[in-house]
Structures are given as C-alpha cells and as structure tokens.
C-alpha cells in the first residue's frame, strides 16, 4: 500500500508540470492539472488531518509516502547517530510556520511548480535525512517534519490509540519476545498518550502488553501526554493554530490585508519608493504568472506577512492572557499554562480543518458545483469544538484545584476568549 502511495505521489508531483495552466474553461473533470490540485489541497491536507481527529496517525504510520521512503532510505542509509541539533522540539513548529506562509506567497494552492517545489523538496531532504541518520527509523518524521507537531496534536483527540498496559509487560518480562522496530523513535514501554505514536501496528500484541483500544476521546489531553505539555505545544496551538493559520487561509479575501496593503502603498509613494510596487521575483520566491494576471509583488508580499504576524499576535493576546490568569485563580503557576492550553486543540482543529475545507468548496464552486449547507456545518462544528474545549478546561482544573467556584471563574476566562474567536472565525470565513 505504501509503494503504491508513493507511486500515485509522484505521478500527482510529476504530471501537471507538463501541462500548460488551465483556462477558464478547463474543470476537474477534464483537466489533469486541475484534477491534481483538487486533490492535493481539496482532498488531501483536510482530509488527513479529520482522519486524524477520529482515527489517530495512521496516515502517518501506513499512507504516508515521505515517511516511508525515508525509513527506506535509513534501512540502505549510513546509520549515523542523530545529532543532538536535530532534537530541537521547536523544529516542527518553525517548519510548519515557514512552510504555510512559503506556501502562500507562492499560491501553493492554485499552482503545480510551487507545489513540486515544497512537496517534492520536502520528500527528497526527508530521504537524505533517513540516508543518513538512524537504521530502519523515520528521523526526519520524528524530529523535522513540518506537520509531524500538527499531526500529533490533533491525534490526542482521537478516540483511537495502542495502549500500553505495565501490569501486563512486568508479567512478560522473561518472556523470549522478540523486540520491535519503532520507526519513530517511541520509547514503546514507557509511552504515555499516542501523539508521537504513527500507529503503524509493529507493536500491536508485542509482550501481551499493546493492543489498539478505544478510549475517551480527548482523555490524552486531560490525563495523558497533555500534562507533559511544553513552550512549544503552546506556541503551536494559540498563534499558529488559532492565529497565524486562519489570517494565512483567509489572506485574500481579508479586509485587514487590503488595509495592510493600502497603507505600504502609501508610504512607498510618500518615500518616492518604485520598486517594491514594480518589482516582480521568480515564481518559486514569489507568485509570477502573468499570463493568467497572477502576480505579486513585494508590497503584497509585506502585506501578507504583516496580516500573518497581526493574527498570531491578536490569538496570543485573546488566549494567552486568559490562560495565565486562570492559572494564578487556581493557584498554579508554570507548567499548568500549558496543560490548560491543551484543552484548546479542539478548537484549533476544528478551525484548521474548516478553514482548509473552504478550499475544498472554493475549488467546487468554481466548477459550478455546490454543496448545500457545508457553510452552517462548518460554523456548526467550529461552535462544538469551540464548547468541547470550555468543558475540556473545566475538567483539567479539575486535575489541580477543588475549589469548584475558582474552576468555574478560570474556565469563564477562557470561554470568553472562545466565544470571541469563534463569533471572529464565523464572520471571517462565513462572511456573515
């Protein structure tokens, strides 16, 4: 199934590079270019990311062609210790940010070349990486993949996971098992929460002690890895997730970007400044395709960017604030900020998964075809997610403090702050 993924893979890279950019005439049903792009960013990117909310990583662990071809490469590789550099955690994080907004400025979504670029780019360091680091393991997805941090993210709500039962390993401890290849690098004993778990089923049954099993959705985020949370799972969830994700989805048809942009406009002509308005970069800096009026220059780029950063700095402000005031009504501080944070990957998964599926239906309406009442299911799951995540801070305050009036306060404080980000969200995407 892998090789075949990589095989369907390389032809959906390869072929629309061939082919002249559609016309106005040419639709998915008959046009391979478009066809490709449908699937890539239609099909694809949200839909992996809802299979993980209800199923876990197991696109990582059994679909996913990077990941695979480089265990492959690892398994023919030099097999060289992984340099402590590498085991940066914040490296999922700044890759998923540079890459998002790569991928805007280049209109990854409209465009084959950009996205031969930063898919088949990305693929071929994630094999190099596997050549030369590690034995048989997916370094690269456990260390630098750009999605890895928000694929683990989103799976620590799936009702889905590989338990791992202590009682049952202690009892097979001189038992003649034969041990098992973790590709991502999972200390398999001790693991506790399934976010780095890609759900292969290597282990499954390993000792008599893992086995996949149902359990409360979200539990993770409560009882599990969520109390382990760190800096950088906060900085993922609350101005990328919640901020910069959004404004990067919605940047053109955004009216602050206009006004970003108006305003550079006018300071470039007070200055006599020209260039930044005229001059125009190559296609893989830049989106430069004249020949269909597509074209950016480097105000537009400035502009994006500066809407990016305005919508990560306003979710760190609407979430943050509330967060460290909560912790100091239960009577915590440090750490707990970002146990509390967690109860926001709902949310956020929510909101990323709906605002991806705007390009879904973009590309859709575009060809005449529209899906009655996916605009209210999409508001409708971002308001559920949205209440998912009041009650899911309720509960952690419950793991830290008894005093039901301060839980009840601290979860008010953030409740706001999601009342707010989903009345923004409706009005952005829904523009109602």
Same mark, same amino acid.
């Given at each position: ?15 629309? !590079? ?31 990311? !809802? ?10 662990? =059994? ?41 805007? =400025?280049?209109?990854?979504?409209? @465009? ?20 030369? @680091? ?77 086995? =996949? ?26 101005? *990328?997730?919640?901020? !910069? ?45 004249? #020949? ?96 998912? #995540? *009041? ?7 419950? *793991? @830290? ?18 009342? *707010? ?12």
């Amino acid at each position: 199934m892998q090789w075949v993924m990589v095989a369907a893979y390389v032809a959906l890279l390869v072929a629309p !590079l061939t082919l002249p950019l559609p016309g106005s005439s040419d639709y998915i049903w008959n046009n391979l270019a478009r066809f490709v792009q449908f699937v890539f960013w239609g099909v694809w990117w949200p839909f992996v990311i !809802l299979g993980t909310a209800l199923v876990g990583r197991f696109w990582c662990g =059994l679909l996913c062609p990077e990941g695979a071809l480089s265990e492959i490469a690892s398994e023919r590789g030099a097999g060289r210790a992984i340099p402590s550099w590498m085991k940066w955690s914040g490296w999922p994080v700044v890759a998923f940010i540079s890459t998002t907004i790569y991928g805007q =400025l280049t209109s990854i979504y409209q @465009y084959p070349k950009p996205a031969a670029l930063l898919l088949g780019g990305s693929t071929l360091v994630a094999m190099a990486v596997g050549a030369r @680091y590690g034995k048989a393991k997916r370094v690269w997805c456990r260390f630098l993949c750009p999605v890895s941090g928000v694929f683990g993210t989103v799976s620590k709500i799936a009702p889905l996971h590989f338990r791992v039962e202590p009682d049952a390993w202690k009892r097979s401890s001189n038992a003649d098992a034969a041990g098992v290849n973790c590709a991502p690098l999972i200390p398999i004993k001790t693991m506790q929460g399934s976010s780095a778990c890609h759900m292969c089923g290597r282990c499954s049954g390993h000792r008599g002690a893992i086995r =996949l099993a149902w359990r409360k959705p979200a539990a993770d985020i409560v009882f599990g890895s969520g109390r382990m949370a760190a800096r950088w799972d906060t900085i993922l969830i609350v101005p *990328v997730l919640l901020g !910069l994700v959004p404004a990067a989805l919605h940047w053109t048809a955004s009216d602050a970007f206009q006004i970003i942009r108006i305003w550079l406009v006018e300071r470039c002509v007070d200055v006599g400044l020209t260039w930044p308005l005229s001059l125009r970069l190559p296609w893989w800096m830049l989106t430069d395709y004249p #020949s269909v009026n597509d074209v950016m220059n480097v105000v537009d780029a400035a502009s994006l960017l500066g809407l990016v950063a305005f919508g990560a700095f306003i979710s760190s402000i609407l979430f943050l604030l509330p967060l460290v005031a909560a912790a100091a009504i239960l009577r915590r501080t440090g750490k707990l900020i970002h146990h509390l944070a967690q109860a926001l990957i709902p949310l956020a998964s929510s909101s990323l998964f709906c605002g991806l599926l705007a390009l879904t239906t973009s590309q859709l309406r575009s060809d005449g075809i529209n899906l009655p009442g996916v605009d209210a299911a999409r508001g409708a799951l971002v308001i559920l997610a949205g209440l998912w #995540s *009041v009650e899911l801070f309720f509960r952690i305050s419950s *793991v @830290y403090c008894r005093s039901l009036q301060q839980r009840i306060v601290a979860t008010a404080l953030v409740a706001i702050a999601i009342v *707010v980000f989903c009345t923004a969200w409706l009005l952005m995407f829904l523009g109602t």
